[in-house]
């Protein structure tokens, strides 16, 4: 069915983009996705380690400008930044490959990182690359330790300035543990508080990720395990006994990763995110299950929630901010290359979406509640009506055919058709609930 088809390019992707090819068979089309490499890791882009080196190059500047009395208005850090950001958002509305960068952005909101922390801008494209991307169709426990390991987290969740109160660094300089990486990966990337562990327990494993560092100053910079600030002995959380030293911060990490909670805590919001707000438990009890039978596979269970019944029922999710955006843009088929690009980042952050820039390290919320107020709503209608100015030779009864097929309302076709002129029309078009859900 035609509809299938749609709802492929729709529910699992950013929608389709201009006049590509319509998929014969959208779940074999879904399933190629996950099964074949990923395109973007071909994209040239920074490395983690450039990030850092800009990263110290800029305080190395600020502390040479300060104490000449001046202000280095020099930043490679932010510069770097601005340099890699259109090739993200340009990968995202050319792409072929559109369920696959969903689930990235899913993990990577699952993982979250956030300009909050101004430093981590020069590592973050490169988190995503490095910590996520060749993770999305790996296993669970390869994202979570390639995550805690990398500069991103650590600087967002303070881990490089976690000192074991008992190690040779924290006894000499008197400092003390910082919990915020152990309490958010138990809290939110891993077992969740439904699995009752205590205080007790987060202040355990945050001295087990103590000397889980990084070096910035001398090659190799990147990830460095500091055994200087680990605190010393072994360490119990939720029963279970972890040695000292950075072996005990994999084994946690490894168990954490594949305990029955973590599995029912990463199906739960998957189910949410591709198929639909509050899920049938029957949806969440089979993601659960192929999680829990092959040891957190994630391609297998991306192949699973393309198999779900209760995922192919259509325009059931209201899109984010950054999904409408680019859904907008894939119809109309503007690409990075028109002559006046338009400024992505910028119309998703007036959207209420400014991405990487999450307020919490929960990441951004995943349901209609959280989107469907009213200035939000009335944002998007005014600023698709902005946006059908530029798009005045188009027709938005064809533009609709062509970009939702069957899905295409008679109630959106009869206002259309009623529209004053060509701009209202596409308004229309894409304020109509066709175009705000998938």
């Known amino acids: 069915m035609q ?65 000449e009395g001046q202000k280095s208005e020099v930043n490679p850090a932010r510069d770097l930044f601005r340099a890699e950001q259109p090739k993200y958002f340009a990968n995202l509305v050319t792409t072929d490959t559109p369920f696959r960068e969903r689930l990235v952005m899913f993990w990577a909101n699952h993982f979250t990182v956030s300009l909050k922390r101004p430093e981590i801008a020069p590592v973050l494209h490169a ?37 074991g109160p008992n190690s040779p660094v924290g006894q000499k300089q008197h400092k003390g543990l910082n919990e915020n990486l152990a309490r958010e990966c138990l809290e939110l990337h891993t077992i969740t508080p439904a699995a009752g562990y205590t205080q007790a327990d987060v202040t355990s494993f945050a001295r087990i990720l103590t000397g889980w560092s990084l070096e910035l100053k001398d090659e190799p910079v990147g990830f460095k395990y500091r055994p200087a600030t680990h605190e010393p002995g072994e360490h119990m959380v939720m029963g279970q006994s972890f040695p000292e030293g950075e072996a005990g911060g994999v084994a946690a990490l490894t168990w954490l990763s594949q305990h029955p909670a973590t599995y029912h805590n990463l199906a739960s919001k998957l189910a949410n995110h591709f198929v639909q ?57 503007l690409g990075p290359n028109q002559e006046h690009p338009v ?15 999450a307020p919490l390290p929960n990441g951004w919320p995943d349901t209609a509640t959280d989107w469907a107020g009213s200035e939000g709503l009335l944002q998007r209608v005014d600023w698709a009506y902005g946006f059908s100015g530029r798009l005045s030779a188009m027709d938005a009864e064809q533009l609709g055919e062509r970009a939702l097929g069957p899905l295409f309302s008679e109630g959106t076709k009869a206002a259309i058709r009623g529209a004053g002129a060509r701009r209202d029309a596409l308004a229309m078009l894409f304020s109509s609930p066709e175009f705000l859900r998938r």
């Open 277 to 333: 707000d509050a899920p049938p438990p029957a949806a969440v009890q089979r993601l659960e299950a192929v999680l829990r039978t092959t040891h957190g596979d994630l391609k297998a269970v991306s192949r699973e929630i393309v198999k779900l019944p209760e995922a192919w029922q259509p325009l059931v999710k209201l899109r984010s901010p950054a999904e409408y955006v680019l859904a907008v843009l894939r119809a109309a088929d």
């Open 343 to 357: 400024d992505v980042p910028g119309v998703i952050a007036a959207l209420g979406q400014p991405l990487y820039v």
């Open 127 to 163: 988190y995503i690359r490095e910590a996520i991307r060749p993770h999305v169709t790996g296993r669970f426990t390869d994202m979570v330790l390639a995550v805690m390991r990398h500069p991103a987290m650590l600087l967002y969740l303070d881990n490089a300035g976690s000192f």
């Open 3 to 67: 509809s299938d088809s749609f709802h492929a390019l729709i529910h699992f992707g950013f929608g389709r983009r201009g006049g590509e090819p319509i998929p014969n068979d959208p779940q074999a089309w879904l399933m190629r996705q996950v099964d074949g490499p990923d395109p973007a890791m071909s994209i040239a882009m920074a490395s983690g380690a450039d990030g850092l080196r800009a990263l110290q190059a800029q305080r190395e500047m600020r502390k040479t400008a300060k104490a």
